[in-house]
Each structure stands twice: as C-alpha cells, then as structure tokens.
C-alpha cells in the first residue's frame, strides 16, 4: 500500500506552516504552475494539449484557484521514453512545478517515474491515457485516471466472442509496454471465453519501414484461419497492418485499444475498426456533452479520450490546491525553499491518495475518479467505438 507520504524529520507538514492565507483572501500575482508532458507535438497529444489549455482558461475565467492565476508548462516528450526522462527531470526540478499532467504513453510514463519518484523532491506525476497495467507499480508520486489494459482487452475480447461471433483471432502488437499489456488482457479473456489465439506476432514500431516486415506473419494468420484481427498499437503503425490486411485480401473485422484513436483520420481504409476507448464524443452524460460542445465550439474538432482525461486530470488537480490549501500559501510568494516546494507538492500527493476515501469522488467529463491504494483509477468504464465517417461512435448506435 502506499499510504500517505511523510516529510522529514523536523520538516513543516502543514500547509498552514507554510503561511497559508485566511479563506477569502484577495487574489494575487503569483501564478500557480502545473507541467503538462506528453507528444504534443504530434497528432497523440494534440487533444492533450487542446483541452488543458480550455482547462486551465476556464480556471482562470472563474477566478483562478483560490485566486491565482493557473499557467501551464509545456513539455514534449515525444512519445520516447528516453525523452520522457529528460522532460520529467525538468518539470521536477522546477520549483514552480506543483504537479504534472502526464505522460500518455505507457513507456513514456513508466520511464519518467522513477524521476518523479524522487524520495526528496517527488512531484505528482498524473497520466491521463497510460493503460499498462505496470503504471500501477510506478511509486507513490504516479497516478492516473484512465483505466489499465486490463479493461481494454477483455472488453475487445468479449465484443469479439459475444458480439461479433469469431471464434479465431490474430493479435500483432507492438512489442512495448503497452502492446504487451493489450497482448496480455485480450489473449487471456478472450480464450477463457472460448475463442483461440491463431497468432501472437510482435512488431516494433521503429522498424516498420516495409509491408515485408509484416506481411509473411499476415499471411499465415490468413491461413490458419483468423476471423478477426486484432491491433495492439498505435496508430500509425495499426494503419500499416491495416492497408496489408486488406491487400492480401483479408476482410474480417479489425479492431484495436485506445492508442488506434488517430486511425479515425486515416479516411475510408478506417471505416468500421472497433476501437476501445475510456471516453467517446457521444458519452452520454450532461458533464460530457457541455465538454464536447465548447471543445467543437473552441475548436472546431472534436476531442478524444487523452483531451477528455486531459482536461478532467487540470480541474482534479485546482480543486486538490484548493482544498488542501496549496493555492493560498504564502510560500509560493518569492522564491519558496525547497522545503516548502516539497511540502506543498506532499500535499497535493496525499489528497489525490484519498480521491474517493477521505475526499470525495471527482465526477469528471469522463466518468467518476475515485483511486485504490496503487494509484490507478477505480471503475472507470471501457466503451466499444467504431470508426464512421472520419469520428469514433459508440458501437451499436
């Protein structure tokens, strides 16, 4: 269990050692700074991006938090682990930096952990999208408010058997952390209920420079057989595995986890791929529809589930400064110790430990936030979108 944090011997543990400011306070100067990671460069982060910064201007056109201004720092990681380092040991460093929003990709979060686990200076790292089910082991510092592979395989599994009704599946992945935990979740559910694997094959994304590199594993999963395919990658890749499917004459149905979203761009090749996701534009809730029409009417695009859990993880993360007294410190005036960095950042880590169990739950545009004890989302849901007309809808609509 990872409990609540403690600071060290002899350190303040109080947001009001700090010199908190009394409630209703008069606003100030001094800006609150969050780091958002992730490739916001790329098409994968480009929702990120988008729907932090409509968080953080409605923050900030409804007075802040507890009267600061919200800012966001912006780092790109792209979706390279190796990068994703060198990002988070920036934003810990910083000492404006109270917490980050990040990483999307599982390999990108699970390698920046360990700097954000840092036993002196550990900053909140929270993931909107990483669903390997090793972010759960990543430390006390990482949390995230999408739900694991764990979901998103026997999700598609069950759609495939029930749904569907194919019984002889072909899985390529990409041979990652994430790839292996789609790989893992599906294969098991999906035997269990009654279907069999007719091929395992594994791709690194890196090398995929020629149809070569795929086609002869295509090829025998055709001959034995395979009536539905199943992708567990991103998109980019999925579209190469996709178009080769289809020139060797395969006509099956395909389908893939949450990091196929962008293949819905890929126009008619696309039409049809099943797709799960924790967020779909057509969710249909109150929360969810007033976040997808100012998003359309911001943007003139419609976000998806790394945009969704973006913007939930920006509001979750005010309302811990809120509440914990983090936004009303004086500390934050000037040039704070680390000490007192360190403290405030302790004290947003331990409200979100009791997300759903001292505090109350957090009801997002993508559903209820409420984290057990490893710091992974408990109960969120895992829908079945399908490709039509260039945007993902909820399956048997």
Known sequence: MRGILRAGAGAALTIAA???GACGAGPT????????????????????????EMAADEINQTGGISGR???????????????????????????RVLA?????NSAATIAAADIYNDDEFGVVELSPA????????????????????????????????????????????ANDDYGRGVLNSFGSAFQAAG?????????????????????????????????ALVIAGQAAEGLRVLNVARRLGYSGPVLGADGLTNLREEGEIAEGVYITSAFLPDRPTEAARRFV??????????????????????????????????????ALKGAPSRQAIRTLRLA???????????????EGVSGTVVFDENGDVEGKEVAIGVVRNGTIVTAGT
């Open 195 to 227: 279907g069999e694997l007719v091929a395992r094959d594994p791709f690194l994304p890196a090398l995929m420079e020629s149809d070569s590199m795929i086609e002869p594993f295509l090829e025998r999963a055709i001959r034995e057989g395979m009536d």
């Open 130 to 173: 990483s669903s390997s089910p090793q972010v759960r082991e990543a430390g006390p510092w990482t949390f995230r408010i999408c739900p694991s592979d764990e979901q998103h395989g026997p999700a598609l599994a069950h759609w495939i058997v029930e749904r569907l009704g194919r019984r002889r599946a072909a899985v390529f992945y």
């Open 29 to 52: 100067d001094d800006a609150i700074y969050l780091g958002v990671a992730g490739p916001i460069s790329q098409a994968s982060g480009r929702s990120m991006r988008l729907a932090a």
């Open 100 to 104: 980050v929003v990040g990483h999307v």
């Open 348 to 362: 947003i880590r331990n409200y979100l430990a009791e997300v759903g169990t001292t505090h109350p739950p957090f």
């Open 69 to 95: 201004r919200l800012e966001l720092i912006f780092k790109d990681d792209e979706a390279r682990p190796e990068q994703a380092i060198a990002v988070a040991t920036e934003l810990r460093d910083d000492p």
């Open 293 to 330: 029409e100012d998003y359309v009417a911001r943007y003139d695009e419609l976000p998806d589930h790394r945009g969704a859990m973006t913007y939930d993880a920006i509001h979750l993360l005010a309302r811990a400064m809120r509440e914990t007294g983090v936004a009303q410190s004086r």
């Open 18 to 20: 700090l010199g908190a």
